[in-house]
Structures are given as structure tokens and as C-alpha cells.
């Protein structure tokens, strides 16, 4: 059985760092991309950031409002994607999502909520 | 940036009557690879979302049979054949077909 598992989030003061975990088992976790997404409060979904394979060398892709703050990377012996998010805003209090992706998310996380405030 | 334009937004339905969610995209979703990457996802309310369909019409796993999509091109159509109950949430489309992938706004169903 497919598992995506989130750990990670909570409070933190804006200008801050804070690193999401994404803990899959189920399958090869090595043969698939591995996407991030965001939900801010009673808002919709938007799409954060993506890291290929390593058959596709783990290039990455982001949202213009990440980039060059947010950093998607992946542990293949562990199964494990990550975000780290760094200078953290306001704006970016949102739940968190992770997905497997091989062709489309199919496997979402639970999701985790991480809240910029001072 | 591909811009998804989902209509209705909101749209009350009455059990077991059928429903249809439209979306549309600022330019063609067909990928270079002769795929067409357009994805309907539902979220429940307190839920993460889930995948319905991908691909336009490819139906996930698990996904009752009373879902389908359908479309090409920039115009697609999700279609529940009988409302049932426990499909009350809000219904996304979106596209992977280039980066940045883009959302549709939501559709929010309920039940007259």
C-alpha cells in the first residue's frame, strides 16, 4: 500500500527557516518525481515546487513565489522528500502538501500546517 | 503562466441528479509528448485533496465510476452521473502539462 506521511510544520517567526518531511513507503520511491503544493486558509491550491528522479538528474522546478527561498531535495535511501524553506513570510502560512508524481500526484500526504507570525 | 478557468464556482445539486464542471485553459494543455496533462482533483471539507482523474478522462484508482471527464484542447468537463452524498466538497482542475502547473479557482458542491 502506497504511504505519503508529513512531518514538520508549525509556528514560526517570519524571516525563519523550517524544513518539511515527506516519508513515503509502498513503492520504489526512486522511480518517481516528488511534488509540492500549498492551501493558505480558505483558499485554493497552488502548486510550490518539484523534483525529478534520478534518472532525470533531481533538477527541480518553482513557483516564482518560492524561488530562491524554497530548496526541494529527496534521500532515496530513506524515501524521503524534503522542503526547506527558508526566509519565510507571512504569506506562506499555508498547509502543505506532498504527492508523488509519475505522470500525475496520485499519492497526496496528510498535509502540515506551517503558520509565519511573530 | 496558463490561466484554468473553472465555471460554476459554487453549484448546488440535488441527490442523484447529475452535475457538470466545466474548465477552460488560456492555451492547449497537449504536451510535447502528445499527452494532454489535465488533472480533476476533489477535496472534502478538513480533507487533502484527491485525485480523480488524470489525463482528461483516466479515472484514479479506486474513483467511483459515476466520475468522468472528458474534453481536449483548452475546454474540459467533469460530469457526476448521480450525486451522491458523500461527493459534497470542492472540485479542482489542474494543469501539469507546463510548469508553473496551475489551478482552476475550485468548484465548491453541495446539496440543495
Known amino acids: 500500500e502506497v504511504q505519503v506521511v508529513q512531518s514538520g510544520g508549525g509556528l514560526v517567526q517570519p524571516g525563519r527557516s523550517l524544513r518539511l518531511s515527506c516519508t513515503t513507503s509502498g513503492f520504489t520511491f526512486g522511480d518517481y518525481a516528488v511534488s509540492w503544493f500549498r492551501q493558505a486558509p480558505g483558499k485554493g491550491l497552488e502548486w510550490v515546487g518539484f523534483i525529478r528522479s534520478k534518472v532525470y538528474g533531481e533538477t527541480t522546478e518553482y513557483a516564482a513565489s518560492v524561488k530562491g527561498r524554497f530548496t526541494v531535495s529527496r534521500d532515496d535511501s530513506k524515501s524521503i522528500a524534503y522542503l526547506q524553506m527558508n526566509s519565510l513570510k507571512t504569506e506562506d502560512t499555508a498547509m502543505y502538501y506532498c504527492t508523488r508524481y509519475g505522470g500525475t500526484f496520485d499519492y497526496w500526504g496528510q498535509g502540515t500546517l506551517v503558520t509565519v507570525s511573530s | 503562466d496558463i490561466v484554468m478557468t473553472q465555471t460554476p464556482l459554487s453549484l448546488p445539486v440535488t441527490l442523484g441528479q447529475p452535475a457538470s464542471i466545466s474548465c477552460r485553459s488560456s492555451?492547449?494543455?497537449?504536451?510535447?509528448?502528445?499527452?494532454?496533462?489535465l488533472n480533476w482533483l476533489q477535496q472534502r471539507p478538513g480533507q487533502p485533496p484527491r485525485l480523480l482523474i488524470s489525463k482528461i478522462s483516466n479515472r484514479f484508482s479506486g474513483v467511483p465510476d459515476r466520475f468522468s471527464g472528458s474534453g481536449a484542447g483548452t475546454d474540459f468537463t467533469l460530469k457526476i452521473n448521480r450525486v451522491e452524498a458523500e461527493d459534497v466538497g470542492v472540485y479542482y482542475c489542474?494543469?501539469?502539462?507546463?510548469?508553473?502547473?496551475?489551478f482552476g479557482q475550485g468548484t465548491k458542491v453541495e446539496i440543495k
Open positions: 489542474a494543469q501539469a502539462t507546463q510548469f508553473p502547473w496551475t
Open positions: 492555451q492547449s494543455l497537449v504536451h510535447s509528448d502528445g499527452n494532454t496533462y
